[in-house]
């Protein structure tokens, strides 16, 4: 596909539209990357929630159905800091939604599974030598991030600030994912915990695009044509979108969450921590209301989820998305249900019309 | 000028640059909005500080100095509850700012000063006959929207969600304000006063277009020619602009909060209802951070103002901007201080040539 002005981000990454799918734990695999880095977009997998076997699997299945770059994403936390009265009061925050479930407000929970990038991803990595590796929460230590260099992958990462911006571009980063206020999921914000005063997508954008060298890749909002085009405009080159991904039927959510995000509007979203302890945008649904959205007693990231996983898998087998975790970025409104590699080409095409 | 490719705006207006000069209560008077609309621009005499007999000498300045359309912008809030315990609770959650500026928490209180669109009001801008009327905080009482009406001024008014702009454009507004998490001043929510919810410029300008027939003026974090270029490709037909004119020598901010702005960067702001009551953008200093930013203790608007004003002028007073009320969107860091009518012309020349 030709067209494209800018093609700083074509040329670094080798693809062909200059769309990324945003990686998106627990909501997609190998399936939706595939149809979009074969359709000419960035398909990336999300490993916050695999298991190495697991990454390795998945990478084995992406390497065998499509010979185009892929993104491999990883988060980067501190481990957090065991805190028993912490957790005591968050259970004792949950128990009105245990009981409404009709579950054991003291049964025994599961680890929460979100693994930070270590030795162990990073050796899969340099087996599976991907195109690009992402990193959310700012960059693994720097033995790591060397080791990652050294793959040859080009390396980028989530910014929230101009200030992360600049910080990231200092430590080596190819490009920046400039992700505004709007975006669903986990916010990237690393520098500082203040979600109060995160920038929006608009004025992220031109803002770092003015403070970095390296291409700005922009995100929150993002929805169909005129999003990509108007981030073009705003100093980007290239965007990365996921809510209008998870409508694919690649991506993994369930039926429920799908309904849902149909019917999300511009103003149906919210920052919580209530399902991780970090600060997330999804549907506003009542444990996002009656705990948060953002919860001084939720504990650290990624604690608070262990708590809440069984509110959430007995609200979805109740049929009721009441406790489910819908992450949403604020422009669902513009969602299609169309295969990811159509959703992909429909949009570029659209947006070089507009453009025209 | 020439080359604007959506001419609904400058029609519906009879002006000849899509650039709207936001009204800025406390912030400007008759001269900013002259020289914008001598421009070419619609320049906006903001009314919710002033009383009658100033509203009467400022647009007898207006008309002497210019024949061009001009805006005349007006709170319409409903009148607040009085509750005195809730006062108390604010003047001892203040206390420690009052004894740090050396000022005495008991003194008496001059009234909180914003008042709404009124028959008073109504008569003067049937006397003056604005060829614009734009309202924040929803709309006046049919009679009296009936009446602006009548005087043949355009009515527009703030949305800062989808559902409001629907709910003003069935009311009859000749065009609507998407306004985005990211401006300045003032949000003009009305519906919810749930501002977790509220969507960003990049989300809600396209979302806004699609569900009104009217034409969308975008504003929140537009601080130069690609944010102009940008609102118009997610469906604006113009933008308004604030924090881009307080750099204009025409605004009369103080020189601590021109220097306040000149060092703001995309993440100095929150919003915060410390200073009236309502929600509000500007920069996070001391008593933003101390309060809020978002305060549950805070008085109802404007009531809150009351026992921050004498802490505003005497930290100003004292060379501070620790206790000072300065508005400011998240792209300040595009200010420019130069004469608003070559700021105006300026933004639209570079617009244009970007479109190019």
Redesign the interface.
């Known amino acids: 596909m030709t067209g494209w002005r800018d093609r700083r981000i074509l040329e670094l990454f080798g693809i062909e539209v200059p769309i990324l799918q945003a990686p998106m734990a627990g909501a997609q695999g190998s399936q939706l990357a595939v149809a979009v880095s074969e359709a000419g977009g960035l398909g990336a997998l999300p490993c916050a929630l695999l298991s190495p076997a697991r990454m390795d699997a998945e990478m084995d299945a992406i390497r065998a159905a499509t010979k185009k770059p892929v993104n491999v994403n990883f988060f980067c936390h501190a481990p957090p800091h065991a805190d028993t009265a912490r957790d005591a009061a968050w259970r004792a925050a949950l128990r009105p939604a245990y009981e409404a479930l009709g579950l054991d407000p003291q049964m025994p929970l599961g680890d929460a599974n979100r693994a930070p990038f270590d030795a162990t991803f990073c050796a899969l990595v340099e087996k599976w030598r991907p195109e690009v590796v992402s990193f959310h929460f700012g960059l693994p230590e720097t033995a790591l991030l060397e080791r990652v260099r050294a793959t040859g992958a080009k390396i980028i990462a989530s910014a929230t ?3 992360e911006a600049v910080w990231l571009e200092q430590r080596g980063c190819d490009a920046i994912i400039a992700q ?3 975006a669903g999921g986990h916010r990237g914000i690393f520098l500082t915990n ?1 979600v ?9 954008v ?3 695009a ?1 403070a970095v060298k390296v291409p700005v890749i922009a995100a ?5 044509s ?2 990509i ?3 073009f ?3 980007a080159s290239a965007v990365q979108m996921g809510t209008a991904y998870l409508f694919c039927p690649e991506s993994s959510i369930s039926p429920l969450y799908r309904g849902a995000l149909a019917e999300a ?7 919580t921590n209530v399902f991780s302890g970090r600060p997330a945008r999804g549907i ?1 649904n009542k444990i996002v209301r009656e705990l948060g ?2 919860s001084p007693t939720a504990p650290e990231f990624p604690l608070a989820g262990a708590a809440i996983a069984p509110l959430r898998a007995a609200s979805e087998q109740a049929g009721s998305t009441d406790y489910m975790q819908m992450w949403s ?3 669902a ?2 969602g299609r249900a169309m295969p990811a590699g159509k959703l992909t080409k429909t949009l570029a095409a659209e947006t070089l019309a ?1 453009a025209r």
């Open positions: 600030t101009v200030g505004g206020y709007e203040d109060a005063m995160q920038p929006g997508t608009f004025a992220l031109p803002q770092v003015d929150g909002g993002i929805g169909e005129r999003g085009a108007a981030a405009v705003l100093g509007r511009d103003d149906s979203t919210a920052l506003a959205p953002l970025g604020q422009a409104r513009f507009l």
